[in-house]
């Protein structure tokens, strides 16, 4: 398996809802990313997580919440969002990056619409 | 930090024609460069990359070269047809502790019949 899968793949929400993002990967890559996208932009990295922990933070507000149950999944809690948090969100995985270059293979996204 | 920049912005070529992406980066450390094609509604797909030991790399109808030298690396598409009509994303990395990939600001190549 060399994919990446998300779920959902649209979501529509409002500011006062909460909802949560899922992404899976059964490459045995040991590094998951959340990425922001906006439209004809490149991707913006959001965390990192390396062997289940979070590595990386890049200053993301709090009301993104991410979560690494096990190796094979991550997941992106959402609560009181602005529309401005509209965008597609990408999940990639990767081997641990001192181990190996940094390959990120990324899932296909999920469109958020917030309302 | 890493700043990767990417040209052209746009470019629209002849179905069979050849198209050339080209990027420059600012850190002398970065050591992997891969290439990733997003198509409508989809995430990006890594396409081909390359280390900083290799000088040109080939897969089918793809080309990169990397010139470490002058911090530019480039990619190549030959025969080019409708279904690579897509926005190309180069990309630097240290290979390192550091997960970062630095993202150009991305080609909107379209292939017209």
């Known amino acids: 398996d060399t994919e990446v899968t998300q779920t959902p793949k649209h979501l529509v929400m409002g500011m006062t809802n909460k909802k949560s993002l899922k992404c899976e990967q059964h490459m045995g890559h040991r590094a998951m990313y959340w990425y922001k996208q906006k439209a004809k932009k490149p991707p913006e990295l959001m965390f990192v997580y390396s062997y289940e922990k979070l590595s990386i933070n890049e200053s993301v507000p709090s009301r993104f919440s991410p979560e690494c149950p096990n190796s094979s999944l991550l997941n992106l809690h959402l609560h009181a969002l602005q529309p401005e948090d509209s965008a597609l969100y990408l999940c990639?995985?990767?081997?641990?990056?001192?181990?190996?270059?940094?390959?990120?293979?990324f899932g296909p996204g999920t469109r958020l619409t917030v309302l | 930090g890493e700043n990767v920049e990417q040209h052209p912005s746009t470019l629209s070529v002849q179905e069979g024609d050849s198209a050339v992406i080209k990027c420059t980066y600012s850190?002398?450390?970065?050591?992997?460069f891969p290439w990733y094609k997003q198509e409508l509604g989809k995430g990006p797909q890594l396409i081909i990359d390359i280390r900083s030991n290799v000088g040109e790399k080939k897969d089918q109808r793809i080309a990169v070269t990397l010139n470490k030298t002058a911090k530019h690396f480039s990619l190549h598409i030959t025969e080019t047809q409708p279904e690579d009509s897509a926005v190309y994303f180069c990309a630097a990395s240290i290979r390192s502790n550091d997960y970062k990939l630095s993202f150009g600001a991305g080609t909107t190549v379209t292939v017209r019949a």
């Open positions: 990639a995985s990767s081997h641990i990056a001192g181990d190996a270059y940094n390959e990120q293979f």
């Open positions: 850190d002398s450390a970065s050591n992997y």
